[in-house]
């Protein structure tokens, strides 16, 4: 089925250009590059990126490179125009940026960016920059910059400030900030955080980089907005949520020390964003409108123009070894039921799926969001990478089109157009630890090694209890002082250790006939699959566990199986699942009374395998806080519990 699919593509992509003159191959010559490729037959860089995307990586000689068709007249290559020839070549040093190199030569980076489409995936040591003949002032870069030493400086982080506005201030890159400051890496900027600067003084001189300047006075009454907290929110969820530190919160809301209450009323400052509507749990199918018509756009990776020019392997050999191309069409299958499924219900939603042209660092999204009119849709979903997704999601910012990521579970850029639908698992793990304590008792068997699961429980977990060890050896008789009867015990195994998981185990099982007992994970724990780990006695434990999928027995997930079944002859996959919920859910949300982003703020939705539960960050971008916590029973089923 998949490779029907795949051949369907490529008809589609072959029906496109039968019009046109086919594409010239060219043959690469020792030395040459695409610059002097484009200019030999009167096209851009990105033309030739477009049909080749590999060749950003650079080209070999005897590559052959597809010339598109729609601006070569004849098959000879034209001769190179005399104002390119003795352009300069500037080789990348170690730590270089672009704002850096456009000071060297007083050029603008627009320029650069112009003649070196590679450079905007970002730049690494080795790389060769064109400098375009007469935006350059000198052939040479100023010997005083060159030798420039390299500086630290401390920057004092200010409300609205982002990882990418003070990286560009300072002429540097994201991934140099993030490396000066690994504390940032994984997560947003605190105010008032000091962060290192390394870089070039003299791309940084103080009247182009002035040092923020924090006001130590106290706000002003307006200056405030206020929060009321819901149930089961937790400090540590608040100052993720708001992008802040948790003694800033403490800080404006002393109460908090005492706890966190449903109810309170908190004070924020008034640059945090987030929305205070009350949310409902629905299948959104009972609320529909379709008196407007919508415009759904989806940019999937497939890669055809790659494919047409791999002269080496054919699709159905591509289909056995290429993971990507799979997990892209398992997606695209569920996508296309979906659609079925729109159409089925009278949804007045027109869908396009257009190729993405994508790899982890380079994809087509700017070239077709110009070609397709993409600002005109209401919903993009796609692309795969996030790199990919933030870059599409700047583009549209503009035009205000919400961007849904499918499948990456990175951080990044928080755009207020982003929608990221796949829940990372800090929110899993939290929401987990916040279930059981609110329901009985709970002790943490830790890992001595995890230093960093340690600390988030005393930080965030008060009442999580970790059991002790007795000269690093789990203490039985430790656990069994610290349960609680009349109460329900859950032990959450925090180590991968497999000595320490089968302790544990036969610690508790002789307990449990006189402790209400249930073990527990609060995230992907590959341990428990070994066979050393009896599945028998996980059950006996109850095990109980995050997870970003269920197991669904309703009727309409019954009828996506078997119709899945019937058009593809195969089960559906989880990519095949995601394809669809992501998609359908976004079609039902795209019909509604309320606009796309107010559904998210005011519905939960959940589909055949996937809940969609959507937290507005500070910044306006959205995250998808949806999970399911799932337990064994004494049966040998797996069962859902509603949290």
């Known amino acids: 089925m998949k490779k029907l699919l795949f051949l369907f593509l490529l008809s589609l992509a072959s029906l496109v250009g039968c019009a046109q003159t086919k594409p010239i191959r060219h043959t690469v010559a020792k030395g040459e590059t695409v610059t002097q490729i484009a200019q030999k037959y009167s096209v851009t860089t990105s033309d030739i990126f477009r049909l080749n995307p590999d060749a950003q990586a650079g080209v070999k000689e005897g590559t052959i490179l597809l010339i598109p068709p729609a601006v070569n007249a004849g098959t000879k290559p034209k001769k190179q125009p005399a104002s390119s020839e003795g352009a300069a070549v500037y080789v990348v040093a170690a730590g270089e940026t ?22 905007l995936t970002g730049l690494k040591a080795g790389d060769s920059l064109v400098i375009p003949r007469g935006k350059a002032k000198a052939d040479k870069p100023k ?54 600067i390394i870089a070039d003084h003299a791309v940084r001189p103080a009247e182009e980089a002035p040092k923020p300047v924090v006001v130590k006075e106290e706000p002003k009454k307006n200056d405030f907005q206020e929060y009321t907290v819901k149930p089961k929110e937790t400090l540590y969820g608040l100052a993720r949520r708001f992008d802040m530190s948790q003694d800033q919160l403490l800080k404006l809301n002393p109460e908090l020390a005492d ?6 009323v908190l004070k924020l400052p008034m640059n945090i964003r987030f929305s205070t509507a009350d949310k409902t749990v629905s299948g959104l199918a009972a609320t529909l409108r379709t008196t407007e018509r919508k415009k759904l756009v989806l940019l999937l990776p497939f890669n055809i123009s790659k494919i047409q020019g791999d002269t080496l392997n054919s699709v159905s050999s591509r289909l056995k070894t290429d993971k990507f191309l799979n997990m892209t069409l398992d997606f695209y299958s569920g996508a296309l039921m979906a659609i079925d499924s729109a159409r089925t219900l009278g949804l007045n939603v027109d869908v396009r799926i257009l190729d993405s042209q994508e790899t982890k660092n380079a994809s087509a999204v700017a070239t077709l969001i110009q070609q397709e009119n993409i600002a005109s849709a209401d919903a993009v979903i796609g692309p795969f990478y996030q790199a ?59 890992d001595p090694k995890k230093l960093s699961i340690k600390k988030y429980l005393a930080e965030n977990q008060k009442q999580v209890r970790p059991v002790p060890f007795v000269n690093g050896v789990l203490s039985a008789d430790g656990i069994r002082s610290m349960l609680v009867k009349d109460k329900k015990n859950f032990v959450v195994l925090e180590t991968e250790s497999t000595l320490m998981i089968k302790s544990t185990i036969n610690a508790l099982l002789p307990l449990t006939a006189e402790y209400d007992i249930q073990l527990a994970v609060t995230g992907p724990n590959e341990t428990l699959d070994f066979e050393e780990i009896q599945v028998a006695n996980l059950v006996k434990l109850r095990l109980l566990y995050p997870s970003l999928t269920r197991d669904n027995e309703s009727a309409d997930a019954t009828i996506f199986e078997r119709e899945y079944k019937e058009k593809n002859k195969i089960f559906p996959n989880r ?69």
């Open 388 to 446: 990919n997704a933030e870059k599409v999601a700047e583009l549209l910012a503009k035009a205000k089109v919400p961007v849904i990521s499918p499948l990456s579970k990175d951080t990044g850029k928080p755009y207020p157009n982003l929608i990221q639908s796949m829940t990372q698992e800090e929110y899993m793990r939290d929401g987990t630890y916040n279930y059981m304590v609110s329901k009985g008792n709970v002790l943490a068997v830790v």
């Open 143 to 196: 010997a005083a910059v060159k030798a420039a030493a390299k500086t630290t400086t401390l920057h004092t982080v200010v409300a609205g400030e982002t990882k990418f506005g003070i990286a560009k201030q300072y002429g540097i890159s994201v991934a140099e900030l993030e490396a000066a400051n690994p504390e940032i890496q994984n997560g947003g900027l605190q105010i008032g955080f000091q962060l290192k």
């Open 575 to 643: 990519y095949a699942v995601r394809g669809f919920d992501v998609t359908f859910d976004t079609l039902l949300r795209l019909s509604q009374e309320k606009s796309y982003l107010q559904t998210l703020e005011t519905t939960v939705s959940e589909q055949v395998a996937n809940k969609f539960d959507y937290e507005q960050k500070s910044s306006g971008a959205f995250v998808n806080t949806g999970y399911f916590i799932l337990y064994y029973d004494t049966d040998m089923t797996v069962r859902t519990i509603d949290n």
């Open 259 to 264: 706890g966190v209450k449903e109810g309170m």
């Open 98 to 119: 672009l704002y850096g190199i456009s000071r060297k030569y007083e050029v603008s980076v627009a320029d650069l960016e112009q003649a070196n489409p590679k450079a």
